[in-house]
């Protein structure tokens, strides 16, 4: 700091020094919201906590009172016994340093300046490196309020200094008239430099989420620091922290420091992703940390993941349940073929992680029909009896896959079943006596859904025979219906023949084979 703070003596002490407005523009890549710092001003804050003095000899004495009816932060010249004067370009300074990640944009302050045997002074701003510019050099110890130049500087200086030495090289003289006093400072920053951020946690683990999960944040920003974390589901805020409350807010919306904000931040949330606004499925997630700004637009840093989310099993109200056992009555496996028209019993039993029986707790039932891309959905749930025993007893329908799950807050449990149905198939004859090369007709109907366009084979045979012949094929209409037309060919004697349909397993449609009850018709001569 000392040397950009020296560089300034090369700078015309009483004329602004014009700089091209295209040198100092903001970097294009930041959002730049700004704000404004009060320091040493009455009335709304009297400290100076930012303004740090420096000096390239003892014989500028620095002094700080903010009071109101003081001149606020002060720099005079004393000289020491046996001492005549200064060198020239000797100097005193108070000096604010924007912060890494900002710049000096603006602002105001008011001084009051005094000349005494070449000592002058004068408030300027300087950029990271190259010239300086004064700003403000009025020495009539008269109160000014000034404006600070518009730019990207990185520091901010009240300075005495040797400037028009009357005895050679030196300021020679006590000069203790000379002075700089400066008080009511506003300084506008700009932060130019985005946070960082990093979030971890259960919730992005990439297994399949249910219950309450955590979000590991951990975020820093070396400007302004920061104001706000916010956590965002699915297009809605779900949680976070406002950090404005620690950013040294002062009334009028400033604030007292030129790093108001904490620079860091580190905090798990936990979300349980069983209520809004999570939703069964993928769920997007965005974990933004934000800088400081009074003014414009923040600089924002965000993560955004898909998570996968899955409380179909509603939370049990009694914990410790460890394993979930289930099978088929009838056969106590984990897979049953049955008819259209029988209901499956599933029965089972929750323990714990010594074996022992959990008694009312709430196990369920998901399942969806055995069909591509069909997702589950909860069928039903019950409570486990004192031996830990539970009992489901489906509708009839198509055949289906199962899951038997328990989940207690974020875990979970389950154990899968699958359920094979014989296809429900009516079969109706034209008439029950025919002669032979006399036209009947064979209609019916098969179980859905997706029984549109599926193959129905008619059968037939003479009772007592083992030999079946194919009869007909036909194809369903849209709404599950077939039918079919037949002739007998000539019989030697009458003769009774028994038909029956059959639906074979076909891609695409939840059924095994079924077929229809027999059907009998006469045939004679």
């Known amino acids: 700091m000392r040397d950009a703070i020296r560089q300034l003596t090369n700078v015309p002490r009483w004329l602004p020094v014009a700089l091209m407005a295209g040198l100092f523009l903001l970097p ?33 004495t620095p002094r700080a009172d903010c009071s109101p009816s003081a001149p606020g932060l002060q720099i005079t010249h004393t000289l020491a016994g046996g001492e005549t004067g200064t060198v020239q370009g000797g100097f005193g300074a108070w000096v604010w340093t924007a912060p890494a990640g900002t710049y000096i944009t603006g602002g105001s302050t008011f001084s009051r300046l005094a000349t005494e045997s070449g000592q002058h002074g004068y408030l300027a701003v300087s950029p990271d490196s190259g ?4 700003y403000e050099n009025q020495n009539d110890d008269q109160g000014h309020e000034s404006g600070i130049p518009a730019g990207n500087w990185r520091f901010l ?14 300021c020679v003289g006590a000069a203790k008239g ?50 706000s974390v916010q956590v965002v589901v699915n297009g809605q805020g779900a949680t976070g922290d406002d950090l404005s409350g620690s950013c040294n807010p002062l009334p009028g919306n400033m604030t007292s420091r030129l790093s108001p904000c904490p620079p860091s931040f580190g905090k798990t949330y936990t979300l349980d992703t069983a209520k ?48 979930i056992t289930a099978g088929f009555a009838g056969n106590h496996k984990g897979e049953r073929t049955l008819a259209f028209r029988h209901r499956a019993l599933i029965r089972g039993r929750l323990r714990d992680p010594a074996g022992n029986p959990v008694a009312n707790a709430q196990v369920c039932l ?33 055949s289906r896959s199962l899951r038997v799950a328990y989940r207690f807050g974020a875990f979970q449990t389950s154990t899968d079943l699958t359920l094979h149905m014989r296809t429900r198939v009516t079969l109706h004859l034209s008439r029950h006596r025919t002669r032979v090369h006399k036209r009947i007709y064979f209609s019916g109907e098969i179980a859905g859904p997706s029984c549109a366009l599926r193959v129905v084979v008619m059968r037939g045979t003479v009772p007592g025979s ?18 079919a037309a037949y002739a007998f060919s000539p019989v030697p004697r009458t003769t009774r023949f028994v038909f029956n349909a059959v639906v074979p397993e076909q891609n695409g449609y939840p059924y095994v084979r079924g077929h229809s009850v027999p059907r009998y018709i006469r045939v004679r001569r």
């Open 178 to 227: 000379a002075h700089t006093y400066v008080k009511q400072v506003r300084i506008q920053l700009t932060d130019v430099v985005s946070p960082t951020i990093s979030i971890g946690g259960s919730m992005f683990s990439g297994a399949e989420l249910r219950g309450p999960q955590t979000i590991s944040v951990s975020a820093a920003d070396q400007g302004a620091g920061l104001q």
């Open 276 to 323: 809004a606004p999570f939703r069964e499925g993928a769920n997007s997630i965005s974990v933004c940390a934000y800088d400081y700004t009074q003014t414009g637009t923040p600089n924002a840093a965000c993560e955004s993941k898909e998570v996968l989310v899955n409380n179909l099993c509603p939370g049990s109200p009694v914990g410790g349940g460890n394993t």
């Open 466 to 483: 083992k030999r079946r012949f194919l009869v007909r094929r036909a194809k369903t209409d849209a709404l599950c219906h077939y039918r």
């Open 366 to 398: 998901q399942g969806h029909t055995d069909l591509p891309g069909r997702p589950f959905h909860l069928i039903g749930t019950a409570t486990t009896n004192e031996a830990g025993g539970w009992t489901f007893k489906l509708r009839r329908g198509p």
């Open 28 to 60: 294009s890549s930041a959002q730049a919201g700004s704000y404004i710092v009060a320091q040493c001003s009455p009335g709304v804050y009297t400290g100076a906590d930012d303004a740090g003095f420096t000096a390239s000899t003892t014989h500028y």
């Open 157 to 170: 200086v009240a300075r005495l200094e040797c400037t028009q030495p009357n005895e050679g090289n030196r």
């Open 131 to 134: 010239g300086g510019l004064s």
